[in-house]
């Protein structure tokens, strides 16, 4: 069983940055894919950012400029950086990851932007 384990969130001013991370029960190399979504209520959860099997990273191409993801290997975690939020980054944060045909997802942070 695959363990995800969001860390950071909570309210940001516009402008401002955050830095989430997730932190995995299994070694994050052994995952088909991992990475960061997103969930406003009523809506999908958007893939943001994600590490393939391959080490690389990958993008929205709406938020590439703003978003920077990267593993530690020590803490086995995956985390998120983002810059120059705005309300409209409001929203759930979770991470999932894919291993042997399964998804697995943490429980979410909120992030909240606002003055």
């Known amino acids: 069983q695959v363990q995800l384990v969001e860390s950071g969130g909570g309210l940001v001013q516009p402008g401002g940055s955050l830095r989430l991370s997730c932190a995995a029960s299994t070694t994050i190399d052994s995952f088909n894919l991992m990475g960061w979504y997103r969930q406003v209520p009523g809506k999908q959860r958007d893939l943001i950012a994600a590490?393939?099997?391959?080490?690389?990273?990958n993008y929205d191409a709406s938020l590439k400029d703003r978003i920077t993801i990267s593993r530690d290997a020590v803490q086995n975690t995956l985390d998120l950086q983002m810059i120059n939020l705005t309300p409209e980054d409001t929203a759930v944060y979770l991470c999932?990851?894919?291993?042997?045909?399964?998804?697995?997802w943490g429980q979410g942070t909120q992030v909240t932007v606002s003055s």
């Open positions: 999932g990851a894919i291993l042997s045909g399964r998804t697995y």
């Open positions: 590490r393939l099997p391959s080490g690389h990273f």
